[in-house]
């Protein structure tokens, strides 16, 4: 029973445009949610978080967008850059232990 | 700053050999470290935890094990490989066990 998913596998946007990426989780008990971004055989790089009091957290271009109701959380990426091209993973957390969905493949083409 | 370090980068053993992967963490005391995998166009899955020296915790059943002899240290070991075993391995570690910081990761190959 996989209880982070993000059903989307890959995602194509053009650059200076919004890049929406979603994210679904079973557990109600998650209290931290997290996005990491990955380029090829390297390390996930945290990018950012929320808590579970909080429904928005913005840094930069990035913000993650909590619905605790719907069980679903979402970064936004605005405006798109080439350089964003990466896998992003989100992850949820509870009692100090992450579970991470299986990636979602952004291409952001020039 | 807080930095960590993992290796070897890349290895490729054979099936039925031992593995050995090390893990140290500078810049902290006392921090929770982890071992994930990442299997071929899949997610990072939790293979080991640890709090402390000593404490491991394993998420996952298999043929691997976890130590942590040292506060900073983190090894991951087996002592016959798996085909199944390949993978990008990754070590990990946290303050407040909600953010997690990664390693350069280990690319591992059982031929």
């Known amino acids: 029973d996989q209880q982070v998913k993000q059903n989307s596998p890959s995602l194509s946007v053009q650059e200076g445009r919004i890049s929406i990426l979603n994210c679904d989780y079973t557990?109600?008990?998650?209290?931290?949610f997290l996005w990491y971004k990955k380029y090829p055989a390297e390390g996930p790089t945290f990018l950012i978080s929320i808590s579970s009091i909080k429904d928005k957290n913005e840094d930069g271009r990035f913000t993650v967008f909590l619905n605790k109701s719907a069980k679903h959380l979402s970064l936004h990426i605005v405006p798109s850059q080439p350089g964003d091209s990466a896998v992003y993973f989100c992850?949820?957390?509870?009692?100090?232990?992450?579970?991470f969905g299986d990636g979602t493949t952004l291409t952001v083409k020039p | 700053s807080q930095t960590i370090h993992q290796w070897p980068a890349t290895l490729v053993q054979p099936v039925g050999s031992p593995l050995s992967l090390e893990c140290t963490v500078e810049?902290?005391?006392?921090?929770?470290l982890y071992w994930y995998r990442q299997a071929a166009g899949r997610g990072l899955q939790l293979l080991f935890y640890?709090?402390?020296?000593?404490?491991i915790s394993s998420e996952v059943p298999q043929n691997l094990s976890a130590s942590r002899p040292q506060d900073r240290q983190f090894i991951l070991s087996s002592k016959k490989l798996l085909l199944s075993d390949s993978g990008f391995y990754l070590c990990a570690w946290s303050v407040n066990g909600n953010t997690i910081y990664f390693g350069e990761g280990s690319w591992l190959t059982v031929v």
């Open positions: 810049g902290t005391s006392n921090p929770n």
């Open positions: 992850a949820a957390s509870l009692a100090g232990k992450s579970t």
């Open positions: 640890s709090v402390g020296i000593g404490q």
């Open positions: 557990n109600s008990m998650f209290d931290y």
